[in-house]
């Protein structure tokens, strides 16, 4: 009896088991977003469909097959934090920049959060989101929250950016930067008798002339009216 007793609460259980697996799969494949489960080391057993379109439907059952894809460029940070987050147990957060089914570079945000039953590591469940489109609508409001729009150089705020970041590397490192000023003379005449889209005109070619001149590693700005500086990293007063 006793025999019978625990051989039908273990199939009780187990039939529970599959049930909550199955339950969890369909909850999964369901998602309109990105999900997949790894085992305890970090190789996958699931992948739903959302993520198969995201990723180009080619079957990836490897997370070496999807790190091959990461940007280099953060391959390197991404691959040792995912490994930090097995070895240590914890939760999985990055976003970075992945080839995607198109061929083309996407911003995708990655989050996994450990499992655990009776103590015990069993695995990671991740989500997978395409934040391409976010990514670059705050890459674009942050260009034009520095940059002047009718020359496209640096504004004041840009410049003032860029500025104590090199500031901070003089003071570190002992790096020198020149800082170029000046200003247009007898500009507003123009402004008076040609109008201004002839003055915009007269901006926008100061613009170019400056940006064909300075080196690829220098920043021009408008702070304003026909006041413009030019940023030179690595230069003495001498070489500037």
């Known amino acids: ?34 999900m997949f489960v790894t085992d305890p080391r970090g190789q996958l057993t699931f992948i739903n469909e959302a993520l198969n379109e995201l990723l180009g439907d080619e079957g990836f ?39 995607g089914a198109n061929q ?11 499992v655990r039953v009776d103590e015990q590591f069993i695995g990671t469940v991740g989500t997978v989101l395409d934040i391409t489109q976010h990514h670059n609508d705050y890459a674009q409001k942050r260009w034009e929250a520095e ?19 090199l500031l901070m590397q003089w003071q570190s490192k002992d790096k020198p930067t020149a800082v170029m000023l000046f ?5 507003k005449p123009v ?4 109008g201004h889209a002839l003055g915009d005109q007269m901006l926008q070619e100061i613009a170019r002339i400056v940006q064909s001149e300075i ?4 920043y021009a700005a408008r702070q304003g009216g026909d006041e413009f500086a030019v940023l030179l990293p690595g230069c003495t007063p001498a070489r500037a």
């Open 104 to 114: 083309e570079v996407c911003w995708l945000d990655v989050q996994t959060a450990a």
């Open 183 to 187: 200003d247009l003379d007898r500009f």
């Open 61 to 99: 059952r490897s997370l070496q097959d999807w790190s091959d894809r990461i940007h280099r460029d953060d391959r390197k940070d991404v691959k040792t934090a995912w490994l930090r987050s097995l070895v240590k147990q914890t939760n999985f957060a990055r976003q970075f920049r992945f080839l």
């Open 147 to 165: 940059h002047d729009p009718l020359t496209r150089l640096l504004n004041r705020r840009g410049l003032t950016r860029h500025l104590e970041g």
């Open 1 to 34: 009896d006793v025999v019978n007793t625990a051989e039908s609460a273990r199939q009780t259980s187990l039939c529970d088991l599959v049930e909550q697996e199955a339950l969890l799969r369909g909850t999964l494949s369901a998602s309109p977003q990105g």
């Open 215 to 218: 080196r690829i590693s220098d």
């Open 191 to 194: 402004n008076d008798q040609g």
